[in-house]
């Protein structure tokens, strides 16, 4: 009888690490009928959306989200959630209806139907968000623990009442360690203890609602890698012989000669192209498998063509030669962010901030891993050291400002997104003005300025077009 009690425990704990590692895969998007259930679902590795043909051809120009239901009575509260679905709504640039102004028009009494089209006519925005969270929990065995939040979004186009987008995610964090000694039995308990939280709670809610929008079509949440590194425009150089063709005319040196000249042409302006430069290190690797220069150099120009998963398993393999320099972490955190893993991205952006002459970038990239996991304290935090390193970067402020409401402060994030659109003004900057803009509105933060400050700013970002 013991030895099946024991028995029982230890298959319990193997279960449940079997689950952790079928969750540690990447988030997968997967389009189909929302209604289907499958073994995998619970994972929290899976977001599945259907758009209908309405959306595809008249997407919505505008979005507001209105209060959110819990299908039973334990799964509150739902605050929380629409709060974040807002937030990470607002730096996509689409129209978003304040949440205040949607409370306004709200009768609790009343059914869905009728509140849609309450707010709808009231605030002139034919699509609007609905939804349920339909899960949460929190569960502790011993060293493990596990914060579980799921829930069900749609859009509806309230002319028509056909619902156009839905959505349904299981946001998941797990905690704690199998014990192999009693040190790690003791720290195994802390964390999974620590789980427990509101930060780990505030973690999942983040999670859920930013995984939700990413898989609005042509909606995904907008930070680019290029915001992080901002590029000079490249000066015009001689392209009358390709990549190929140099390769071709170099080939024939010895290594050593072979060597110095792909190096030296990873760095050259003719090779700029982020394209020329993956024919160059690819070649380079061949030759030498072992080059870090070569490796950084590929993982990097993927990043800048897209392809996160093929630079992190780069920047993998450069770490394990060298694991000391801070550029290799940074490139490892800038594909984990792009990835969509921000909790994942601040381990190797903390190493790089932690390095004995951390740049401004390093912090700005763990600000904004800080502000999609809904840490905006520890975001504000970064970004204002990154400021004092590289002072009055448009996309930082834009950060800041985020971060500033996170805390409940819209008089500072006011005053952040003012100075942002000035500068990005200055420097005939449309995207980061326009965002700005679209951010202070969205935010509902229009009457912590005046509306003739507004309105000149408004005309000043629109003749920005013009003169691109």
Not at 109 to 125: P, Q, R
Not at 217 to 245: E, F, G
Not at 360 to 367: D, H
């Amino acid at each position: 009888m013991i030895y099946s009690i024991q028995s029982s425990k230890f298959i319990s704990v193997i279960t449940i690490w079997v689950v952790v590692a079928i969750s540690g895969c990447a988030t997968r998007y997967v389009d189909r009928d929302v209604d289907k259930v499958t073994a995998t679902d619970s994972f929290g590795d899976v977001v599945v959306f259907k758009s209908a043909e309405e959306f595809k051809t008249k997407p919505p120009v505008c979005l507001g989200v209105l209060p959110l239901t819990a299908t039973k009575k334990e799964f509150e509260p739902t605050a929380d959630l629409r709060k974040a679905l807002h937030a990470y709504l607002a730096p996509t640039g689409i129209s978003l209806v304040p949440l205040q102004r949607i409370d306004q028009k709200i009768k609790p009494n009343s059914n869905e139907v009728v509140n849609l089209k309450n707010v709808s006519t009231a605030t002139g925005c034919d699509t609007l968000m609905t939804g349920e969270i339909t899960e949460r929990q929190t569960r502790f065995w011993g060293v493990y623990s596990e914060v579980k939040i799921a829930a069900n979004v749609r859009i509806t186009r309230v002319s028509t009442g056909a619902v156009i987008w839905r959505g349904k995610h299981i946001a998941v964090i797990r905690d704690g360690g199998l014990p192999i000694n009693p040190i790690s039995i003791i720290g195994g308990s802390i964390s999974a203890g620590m789980n427990l939280r509101d930060e780990q709670i505030t973690r999942t809610t983040n999670d859920l609602a930013r995984r939700l929008v990413t898989a609005i079509p042509n909606l995904k949440y907008t930070d680019k890698d290029s915001d992080l590194i901002a590029k000079p425009a490249a000066a015009p150089v001689d392209k009358s012989q390709s990549v190929h063709a140099y390769i071709t005319s170099i080939e024939s040196h010895q290594a050593p000669e072979l060597m110095q000249e792909l190096t030296v042409a990873l760095t050259d302006e003719r090779w700029s192209d982020p394209k020329d430069r993956l024919v160059l290190s690819d070649y380079l690797l061949k030759k030498d498998p072992q080059n870090t220069t070569a490796m950084f150099a590929n993982a990097t120009a993927r990043l800048e063509i897209s392809q996160p998963e093929e630079s992190l398993a780069m920047t993998n393999r450069l770490l394990l030669i060298d694991n000391k320099d801070p550029e290799g972490h940074f490139l490892k955190g800038r594909a984990l962010l792009q990835l969509n893993k921000p909790a994942e991205a601040t381990e190797p952006i903390l190493k790089a901030a932690g390095s004995e002459n951390p740049k401004a970038t390093y912090f700005t990239a763990l600000g904004l891993a800080y502000n999609q996991l809904g840490n905006h304290e520890y975001a504000l935090a970064s970004l204002t050291r990154s400021l004092k390193i590289e002072p009055d970067k448009p996309y930082v402020l834009i950060q800041q400002s985020i971060a500033y409401v996170g805390v409940g402060d819209e008089a500072e994030a006011a005053v952040t997104l003012k100075k942002c659109m000035v500068l990005s003004i200055i420097a005939k900057d449309h995207r980061n003005a326009s965002r700005a803009l679209s951010i202070l509105k969205s935010m509902d933060l229009m009457e912590q300025m005046s509306p003739e400050e507004l309105n000149a700013l408004e005309i000043k970002i629109g003749s920005l077009l013009t003169t691109l």
